[in-house]
């Protein structure tokens, strides 16, 4: 299933706990559900968003975007931690209200059974979402996927301070739940806007591709060529990786040519969906290595 399919079911599901978060809140008059509600409208716009993003990303390179759109991704999860802000502060009002005017609650049983069903409902979406977010590496995805875990865990809470309440009648209880629920999802927000930021400032591949692309060079030193200045880097779902081939200087363009083709080829196949840029050069020559890229290998 592809990307996009995933994000058109986290717009329905979001959908649906909505209307059951919502539903919650007008029966029994609890501000805690009331922001359980809150962050779930914040899902649907995120979802929607990272749909439009997902579908931009897909797009193939052209003449203003030669290599491609694939960092749209990374904005669809700014977008989503920027939301997660402004549903935090308009649960902290609402929580603040509540304290200074206690109400009593109503048909408190309902409420947490509509909110169970409705976390139930994200929580199996977001392990799914998750599971496709690592296999792809869709950032926007992933984005969606950890605000839904986040919404999972909040909810938890919140049926169980509601609970106390019920049992203790202590009131004061229900809006101080829904202000630890908004400090919560900003500290998710803040980590998606950081993550966000990171993708822009393509940031290297993870330790473990790294090591898979380290391998694969070291499974040629049979050969009398030697690879260097190797650069990897990540936009989006793509992943790069620039390098240096030095071939013995009495080869033909051609075996040199055939040799880069083997290396391109044993690449892509070791790391899905990787794009390899090798510059070949004679053995005796160096290249001007740019800051950061790592030193030669043997």
Same mark, same amino acid.
């Given at each position: 299933?592809?990307?996009?399919?995933?994000?058109?079911?986290? =717009?329905?599901?979001?959908?649906?706990?909505?209307?059951? @978060?919502? %539903?919650?809140?007008?029966?029994?008059?609890?501000?805690?559900?009331? +922001?359980?509600?809150?962050? +779930?409208?914040?899902?649907?716009?995120?979802?929607? !968003?990272?749909?439009?993003?997902?579908?931009?990303?897909?797009?193939?390179?052209?003449?203003?975007?030669?290599?491609?759109?694939? @960092?749209?991704?990374?904005?669809?999860?700014? !977008?989503?931690?920027?939301?997660?802000?402004?549903?935090?502060?308009?649960?902290?009002?609402?929580?603040?209200?509540?304290?200074?005017?206690?109400?009593?609650?109503?048909?408190?049983?309902?409420?947490?059974?509509?909110?169970?069903? /409705?976390?139930?409902?994200?929580?199996?979406?977001?392990?799914?979402?998750? /599971? @496709?977010?690592?296999?792809?590496? /869709?950032?926007?995805?992933?984005?969606?996927?950890?605000?839904? !875990?986040?919404?999972?865990?909040?909810?938890? %809470?919140?049926?169980?301070?509601?609970?106390?309440?019920?049992?203790?009648?202590?009131?004061?209880?229900?809006?101080?739940?829904?202000?630890?629920?908004?400090?919560?999802?900003?500290?998710?927000?803040?980590?998606?806007?950081?993550?966000?930021?990171?993708?822009?400032?393509?940031?290297?591949?993870?330790?473990?591709? =790294?090591? $898979?692309?380290? @391998?694969?060079?070291?499974?040629?030193?049979?050969?009398?060529?030697?690879?260097?200045?190797?650069?990897?880097?990540?936009?989006?779902?793509?992943? !790069?990786?620039?390098?240096?081939?030095?071939?013995?200087?009495?080869?033909?363009?051609?075996?040199?040519?055939?040799?880069?083709?083997?290396?391109?080829?044993?690449?892509?196949?070791?790391?899905?969906?990787?794009?390899?840029?090798? $510059?070949?050069?004679?053995?005796?020559?160096?290249?001007?290595?740019?800051?950061?890229?790592?030193?030669?290998?043997?």
């Amino acid at each position: 299933m592809q990307v996009s399919s995933y994000l058109k079911i986290s =717009i329905a599901v979001a959908i649906a706990t909505i209307a059951l @978060k919502t %539903g919650a809140w007008w029966i029994s008059g609890s501000v805690s559900l009331l +922001s359980d509600a809150i962050e +779930s409208l914040v899902n649907l716009a995120g979802a929607m !968003f990272a749909l439009a993003m997902v579908t931009y990303a897909a797009r193939p390179a052209d003449e203003e975007h030669p290599y491609g759109h694939h @960092k749209a991704e990374y904005f669809s999860s700014g !977008f989503e931690g920027v939301l997660i802000f402004v549903a935090a502060l308009a649960i902290v009002w609402a929580a603040v209200q509540r304290l200074l005017h206690p109400q009593p609650l109503e048909a408190l049983g309902w409420g947490l059974l509509l909110s169970v069903v /409705s976390s139930v409902l994200n929580g199996v979406l977001a392990w799914t979402m998750m /599971s @496709k977010a690592r296999a792809v590496g /869709s950032m926007a995805l992933e984005g969606d996927a950890r605000h839904l !875990f986040t919404d999972v865990w909040t909810s938890a %809470g919140v049926v169980i301070g509601l609970s106390l309440v019920h049992f203790t009648g202590w009131l004061w209880l229900d809006p101080v739940l829904a202000i630890i629920v908004a400090l919560n999802i900003l500290r998710e927000g803040a980590s998606l806007v950081w993550r966000s930021a990171s993708g822009l400032l393509d940031e290297a591949l993870e330790p473990a591709v =790294i090591g $898979q692309v380290e @391998k694969t060079l070291a499974g040629f030193a049979g050969q009398p060529i030697r690879f260097d200045h190797v650069v990897t880097r990540r936009a989006g779902q793509r992943r !790069f990786v620039d390098l240096h081939l030095h071939v013995p200087g009495n080869w033909t363009l051609a075996r040199a040519a055939e040799v880069r083709g083997e290396v391109e080829r044993a690449l892509m196949a070791a790391v899905p969906g990787l794009r390899a840029s090798i $510059q070949l050069l004679p053995s005796d020559a160096e290249a001007l290595a740019l800051p950061g890229q790592e030193d030669p290998q043997p």
